[in-house]
């Protein structure tokens, strides 16, 4: 799920108007919009179911976003924890040893941390040069130790080039604000006595179909 798609608005829009829909004719309201849409309406009711679509449409709006903001947050972790696995895999499988150059020990290593890596590569290069059979073990252990230290100063700390959409809650939004709008237009409408209320209520039940 990367973004919403304008079919999956258009079906989220739909869900949410049948939920809040649903709430009206049974009455059952969610105590805090219904609360704001009484207080606003100032104790009319007829006005207070009005708006109490407008703000517990906005308000499951809100609540998807946050939803959708975690299971992007949640893949995009799990993408990145991958793609570190799969580079460690692939760097450990390489056959040539990565060396730091001064400039990246000066970046990476502290003062300690460089004299060790630069006694172990010492070692490693020496060995290399001519082989002892004595000192495999230390070779072998030299060789792991430069690669570990490498992959965790410089390959573990590389941003994974993970494609993680951007959240545009505006844009997503938008889709929710066009019910709203037409909600704002037909209340507009009844309170002005254009419509009676049967002319509201059949108008207002097929916008939330």
């Keep these: 799920m990367s973004n919403l798609s304008e079919k999956d608005k258009k079906f989220l829009e739909k869900q ?15 105590d805090t919009a219904w609360l704001k849409a009484f207080s606003q309406a100032k104790g009319k009711k007829d006005q207070a179911k009005v708006i109490y ?22 893949k995009a972790k799990k993408i990145r924890d991958q793609q570190i696995k799969t580079d460690k895999d692939e760097y450990f499988r390489k056959g040539k040893l990565e060396f730091f150059n001064k400039r ?11 004299n060790e890596y630069r006694a172990a590569m010492k070692r490693y290069l020496d060995y290399e040069k001519s082989p002892d059979p004595n000192e495999i073990t230390q070779h ?14 410089v390959y573990k700390n590389k941003k994974p080039k993970i494609s993680k959409t951007n959240i545009d809650k505006t844009n997503i939004k938008m889709s929710s604000d066009n019910l709203s709008s037409k909600l704002k237009k037909l ?11 049967a002319e509201f209520e059949k108008a207002k039940n ?4």
């Design 53 to 74: 679509i407008e703000i517990r449409s906005q308000d499951l709006w809100d609540s998807e976003i946050e939803d959708f903001e975690a299971e992007v947050t949640a």
């Design 206 to 209: 097929k916008l939330l179909e």
């Design 140 to 153: 072998n252990l030299d060789r792991e130790r430069l690669k570990i230290i490498y992959w965790e100063k």
């Design 104 to 114: 990246q020990e000066i970046d990476y290593l502290t003062q300690k941390e460089s």
């Design 187 to 197: 209340t507009k409408l009844y309170k002005s006595g254009t419509l009676s209320k």
């Design 16 to 30: 949410i108007a049948k939920k809040v829909r649903d709430e009206l004719d049974k009455e059952d309201f969610e």
